[in-house]
């Protein structure tokens, strides 16, 4: 799990009898001297103990933790080329890349010596350019969905296999699981018939993945989260306009009590209360009831995140635009005669959106960041819900991960904020050329 190295008696026995040829597992003074001599040149931080039953020796370190963040970093990007694989038991790998019409999936750059046979293909399916060279190593999961990588586990498909037509490199078309484009090195030695058959006997790209009935967690976790966006604001905006152009009357005062009651509520809460009245209406209260193939099992969810995010909206749009309606441009605007509509749609609501924009994609990864409870409740297979599970079931490598891909999100998500606000208003400018 990242937190210790370890040698248990037998791998330490091993490592230390390349330099001490007497050493045995025997729990001897002897081999004690032995054992710690070597130890002593494995450097600091190693301690070496005894099991209390068999009172074999044992080595162990514990690992730092700017050592496991060094560790993290150092490994995160992976570039793939043709010396990436090494097997002295395929000496006679050939080592290049080039641009094939491969039979299997069509024009690709493919590679050998890599890890990976396509590193650049096209498909039917977005974003329709697709490449291996460059991946993310987010670390192995650990013990749920174990000794599978973090970045597999949440881009994979999920539940059962599901068939398609596939045609292998040998020209044979035929139903099959496997995702032919998700090919991988594996030493010839190691192909069984099936193997042999689909690739042809000498292929060293056999290893793969399957397709599944079931979308990713990221899918998911994506889908609900911009609908739950978009809902956010198509409720937010409206809302927050009428509050300002009924600034102090009854509708304004009335929506301010219950946006301030929303936002005092516990998310929990919110959640039950709409997962009961969905209920009674005939949508499903878990997702595994319907499954990802009916639309409804989406609909709970998407709306409890939309519904989660509308009262912040409401409040900064309102907020907003009667900030801008003692401006000197909309006092001038009155005095041309414009009416309080033509004020509102040509100035109010371009003006107040400039900010309102620059947290659209930040809300967007805060609404799939924050799904945890809703995903939880509704056992929605997403990202959030695996953070909990993660964490409950103390697999750090995938909590590591998945809090990465959040952070990374989030800074994405200001850097387009500003982007957009620059676009909506010319006159915000993203540099800044210095000068007194």
């Known amino acids: 799990m990242g937190y210790i190295e370890f040698y248990d008696s037998k791998e330490l026995q091993q490592e230390a009898s390349k330099q001490f040829k007497n050493v045995t597992t025997n729990p001897s003074a002897s081999n004690k001297k032995y054992y710690q001599a070597f130890v002593a040149k494995l450097g600091s931080g190693w301690r070496l103990k005894q099991y209390k039953e068999s009172k074999a020796y044992y080595a162990f370190r514990k690992i730092p933790i700017h050592e496991r963040v060094w560790h993290f970093f150092r490994g995160l990007i992976v570039l793939d080329h043709p010396w990436k694989i090494k097997d002295p038991e395929n000496p006679n790998l050939k080592r290049y890349i080039t641009l094939e019409n491969d039979k299997a999936v069509g024009p690709a750059l493919v590679g050998s010596g890599t890890k990976h046979r396509y590193l650049i293909y096209f498909t039917k399916h ?13 670390g192995i999961s650990y013990p749920t969905y ?7 586990v949440i881009s994979q498909g999920q539940g059962r296999t599901q068939t398609r037509e596939v ?3 040998t020209g044979i078309t035929k139903l099959s699981s496997i995702d032919i484009y998700s090919r991988t090195y594996k030493n010839p030695k190691n192909m069984d018939s099936r193997d042999k058959l689909n690739f042809g006997a000498n292929d060293a790209y056999t290893a793969t993945l399957n397709h599944y009935a079931e979308p990713s967690m990221i899918s998911n976790s994506f889908k609900i989260g911009i609908i739950g966006v978009i809902l956010s604001y198509l409720l937010g905006l409206p809302i927050g306009m009428l509050m300002a152009h009924f600034k102090d009357g009854i509708f304004d005062r009335g929506m301010t009590a219950l946006t301030t009651f929303m936002l005092a509520l516990p998310s929990i809460a919110l959640i039950y209360i709409i997962r009961f009245m ?3 209406v005939g949508l499903p209260d878990t997702f595994p009831l319907l499954g990802s193939g009916d639309p409804k099992s989406y609909v709970l969810p998407t709306i409890i995140l939309g519904i989660l995010g509308t009262p912040g909206t409401v409040i900064w749009f309102r907020r907003f635009l009667v900030d801008l309606q003692g401006s000197d441009f ?8 414009l009416s309080e509509a033509e004020i509102s749609k040509k100035h109010l609501f371009k003006q107040a959106m400039v900010p309102i924009v620059n947290g659209i994609p930040q809300a967007i990864v805060a609404t799939i960041a924050g799904a945890t409870l809703t995903e939880t409740v509704f056992a929605f297979p997403g990202m959030g819900k695996m953070l909990i599970d993660s964490i409950k079931a103390a697999n750090n490598t995938m909590v590591v991960g998945l809090v990465f891909i ?22 915000i400018k993203l540099s800044n050329k210095g000068g007194k």
């Open 126 to 138: 977005f974003p329709f350019v697709h490449q291996n060279f460059i991946t993310m190593n987010l």
């Open 146 to 152: 174990a000794n599978i990588p973090v970045t597999q």
């Open 167 to 169: 045609t292998f490199p």
């Open 278 to 280: 969905g209920s009674l």
């Open 330 to 337: 909309v006092r001038f605007a009155r005095a041309k005669g």
């Open 406 to 427: 959040f952070s990374v999100l989030s800074i994405l998500g200001l850097l387009c904020g500003d982007i957009l606000m620059t676009i909506l208003d010319p006159r």
